[in-house]
């Protein structure tokens, strides 16, 4: 197998590098181990949400006061700023406009009430909450507690109460869960027999909070059209995981990927390269009985942290970066990997690969290890993605930065 | 390397593989991929005694989409396959149904000397409705036609070219002796044009349709005898290519998961077979294909099957049909087209399988193509009877585009 460029990985950074490569015109391939981190984030396209432990309100302007090895100081503000606007632009060609800029941050509703800051967010989600808020469930479905969301809502001051919705008869009577829901949503006359029952238990509110669930297929037009239905504003609040906001664009990203004519293949994990003097000549990976090579002129790794399998956790507390063998800075011990609280702070979520302002990746010395590899989004040293709220951000500024970085060197015209 | 059913104690019950599954999406037999999976392996306690609750493991098509999808590495639809096992043993074994279908080539034995008035037979609704009565295969279920001659009897006459550089052996498997020989002779054209030679070693079913139906031992018999069989082939020429995107993911990988055979010969065989465009393209790779295809002025969707995508070698057949000028091609967004190999035909799962199938056959109606694309043989006649188009294995194009 062969192509200009592999890319390992299809969370938000390798879709995205993927993507931006292809439309560059460089002939690339995607290899991953399995669907990424779309289908388990909030939906949103988070840049800065916290710093120092603070809530930040302005992106753009707190990305001045990040360490010089984070991500954002190394890609360039430009990079954040064009990849995010690369990224609406692309979202809203494939039916899923997001509202919002990198000058300030918004509130995206969770199932838990808490309003998270993010920087853009799927126009479904988008609206501000605002006057009387019903938060509304349909009933069976387990994923969502309109109690729970609308006493975290009150306790951030909007003046939210639960609902519940009844469903009309469907096929999946004895169990779904967000993906049966949002498939049948999907269908217009569902979406008819479903709104009057909603629109009820919406009666008096001038805002209504309904979990992620509003169509999978296609775009954001299920969501318009219930709202028309049910003639109140709509708000999709981020469910647990299966998130049915990140199926749309992952669905979005692969046709976009597809058009392109960009190979791609799952479910068969990076296994090492081959190498030449300081370059990389070919990727490994899993095959169904061999090992797969695949030659190529330039290698992107988009494979995530720890929790992404693109850093694995050894007892002897050093880590290992799992395709290239990258030099990682480990800890003393294991013990030292996390902290006292689960939703806290752990020093391993912001392990990983550091990179030069290229975003190759650098020995102790600061030198590259490879002229030819480059690294993005989770996999990146100097940033803890969850904890701060850039994991979207951080991916759109790298694979930008990459695309510049890679784009083939135009010819002078004859 | 850990055993299949070891796999579910990665599943960190995130979802993903019931978002891809095409079988719970369409019907609430089949809870989905994760709950019968990793979840329900816990409670399996009695399965081998019959005492399991577990009816809906039986809807599991086999299309292994969720294994593809997870990104913990857990096998979900390979715990599914071995937990059907269990069942059908405690079962007492395949119906008369599953074990006919499991068969491939011996129906085609059977039929092959009245292949006309069987294809005729099988061609007439009260023979259908008659056959769907009496052992549950679909009346309107897509069937092969039988052939009057097998793939064998066209490769003994066939003379080869004198010009070759390399040399492989071919694993046709049962669709091309028994119903397709066409599309072997399409196989051996294009690796000679590519002065490539093709060895025909003796070899029999690989099994899988046994293996998928729930019948380990029966399919174990059918692997033992053909590893046997191309073990000399793995390492004299060294590189067996198979055309049959399931009988090659078989070969190369579910004699070792499903059936435990991790023996020399196995392996050296497992290691050996390479689809057959995967090879095509290995060689372009080498610059040892002849790119000289002539143009064909068409358009075609093209589907990749499931089973290739298990081989892990991501869509050779995409880089191939790009050689050939003014074809154009746009690649099917369905993960599996719904038959899953003999799945589609029973007659309680016809319906399933069209309604999985449905995306793909849209997509196919609004592109509006001149012929549809796909590696497999059982998808290839599913897709044709549910389109009313002509369904072509990839080689069969590359083929014609040679000849005109």
Known sequence: ?414 | MLHVEQTADRCIKCNVCNTVCPVSAVTDLFPGPKYEGPQGQRFRAGIDTGDSPDHSLDYCSGCGLCTQACPEGVMVAEINQVARERLVTARGGLGLRDKLISRPSLMGRLARPVAPLANLMMAARPVRVAVEKAIGVHRAAAMPRFSGTTFRSWARRHRQRGDATRTVAYFHGCAVQEFEPEMGAAVVRVLERNRVRVTFPRQACCGLPLVSNGDFEAGRAAAVRLVGRLRAAADDPGVIVANSTSCGMTLKAKYRELLGMDDAATQAVSKAVYDICEYLLELADEDALDRSFAPLRAKAVYHPPCQLMAHGVGTPALDLLAMVPGLEVERSRAGCCGTAGTYGTKVEKYQIAMDVGAGLFEQVTEARPDFVVCDSETCRWHIAKATGLPVYHPVQVLDRAYQV
């Open chain 1, 1 to 414: 197998m062969r192509a200009d460029v592999v890319v390992v990985g299809a969370g938000p950074a390798g879709l995205a590098t993927a993507v931006r490569l292809a439309e560059a015109g460089r002939q690339v391939r995607v290899i991953a181990r399995g669907n990424g981190f779309t289908h388990w984030g909030a939906g949103a396209v988070d840049a800065l949400g916290r710093l120092g432990g603070e809530r930040v309100e302005r992106p753009l302007e707190a990305v001045g006061r990040l360490a010089e090895d984070h991500p954002y100081r190394l890609a360039g503000e430009a990079a954040l700023r064009d990849g995010l606007d690369w990224f609406a632009r692309f979202a809203a060609t494939a039916g899923l406009a997001h509202a919002g800029d990198p000058e300030r941050n918004r509130d995206q509703v969770t199932a838990l009430g808490v309003l998270r800051p993010t920087c853009l967010l799927p126009e479904p989600a988008a609206q501000v909450l605002g006057g009387r808020v019903a938060v509304v469930n349909f009933e069976g479905f387990r994923d969502f507690s309109p109690a729970l969301c609308a006493v975290g809502l009150r306790g951030a001051g909007v003046d939210a109460v639960p609902a519940s919705a009844p469903l009309p008869p469907w096929d999946h009577a004895r169990y779904f869960s967000a993906v049966e829901l949002a498939r049948a949503i999907d269908d217009d006359d569902f979406r008819r027999r479903l709104a009057p029952g909603l629109a009820r238990a919406a009666a008096g509110a001038d805002v209504v909070v309904v979990p992620a669930v509003l169509g999978v297929r296609g775009g954001h037009e299920p969501w318009a059209d219930l709202q028309r239905l049910v003639g109140t504003p709509l708000v999709e609040a981020a469910t647990a995981p299966p998130s049915i906001p990140g199926l749309r664009l992952f669905a979005a990203y692969r046709r976009r990927l597809d058009a392109l004519g960009v190979g791609w293949q799952f479910g068969f994990p990076a296994l090492g390269v081959e190498r030449d003097g300081d370059r990389v000549t070919a990727v490994r990976s899993e095959g169904a009985s061999r090992v797969v090579v695949t030659h190529c002129q330039e290698l992107v790794l988009a494979t995530g942290g720890v929790a992404g399998h693109g850093i694995e956790a050894n007892r002897d507390g050093t880590l290992t970066e799992v395709v290239a063998g990258l030099p990682v800075e480990g800890f003393p011990d294991r013990t030292a990997f996390l902290g006292d609280r689960f939703l806290g702070e752990h020093p391993l979520g912001a392990a990983g690969v550091r990179v030069d302002a290229e975003l190759r990746p650098v020995a102790a010395s600061g030198d590259p290890v490879h002229a030819n590899v480059r690294c993005v989004g989770g996999l990146l040293a100097g940033h803890d993605p969850t904890v701060e709220g850039s994991r979207e951000g951080v991916a759109l500024a790298t694979a930008t930065r990459t695309a510049e970085l890679l784009a083939p060197t135009p010819t002078p015209a004859t």
